[in-house]
C-alpha cells in the first residue's frame, strides 16, 4: 500500500515561511522522482517544485523560483518543500506527488501517487 502523508500547512501573513513534508512509504523511494502540486479554490492542479531521485536536479514553477526550494531526504524517505516570502497567491492546498520514475518528467501533469494534501493560507 503506498501512502504519502503531507504536513507543515497552516496561516501566515505575506512575507513569511513554512516548511512542508511528505512522508512516504509502500514505495521505492530511491527511484521515484518526487513533485509538488498546489491546487487554488476554483483554479486547476498547478506545478509547483520537482525533485530527481538523487536530488541533484531540480525544477521550479517561475511563479515560486527564488523563493521555495524542494529537498529529499532518501534515508528518511521524505520530501521538503520550503517556501519563503509566501504571497497571498500561494494560497493553496498542496499536495505531493511520486512519478515512480526516477528521472524529472517534461510533462508536468503529476506521477501515480498523490497525497491527501495540506493547506497553506497566506494573508495579506
Known amino acids: 500500500q503506498v501512502k504519502l502523508v503531507e504536513s507543515g500547512g497552516g496561516s501566515v501573513q505575506a512575507g513569511e515561511s513554512l516548511r512542508l513534508s511528505c512522508a512516504a512509504s509502500?514505495?521505492?523511494?530511491?527511484?521515484?522522482?518526487m513533485n509538488w502540486f498546489r491546487q487554488a479554490p476554483g483554479k486547476e492542479r498547478e506545478f509547483v517544485a520537482a525533485v530527481s531521485w538523487s536530488g541533484h536536479s531540480v525544477e521550479y514553477a517561475d511563479s515560486v523560483k527564488g523563493r521555495f526550494t524542494i529537498s529529499r531526504d532518501n534515508a528518511k524517505s521524505t520530501v521538503d518543500l520550503q517556501m519563503n516570502n509566501l504571497k497571498s497567491e500561494d494560497t493553496a492546498i498542496y499536495y505531493c506527488?511520486?512519478?515512480?520514475?526516477?528521472?524529472?518528467?517534461?510533462?508536468?501533469?503529476?506521477?501515480?501517487?498523490w497525497g491527501q494534501g495540506t493547506q497553506v493560507t497566506v494573508s495579506s
Open positions: 509502500g514505495i521505492p523511494f530511491t527511484m521515484t522522482a
Open positions: 506527488n511520486a512519478d515512480r520514475q526516477p528521472f524529472i518528467s517534461g510533462q508536468k501533469i503529476g506521477g501515480d501517487y
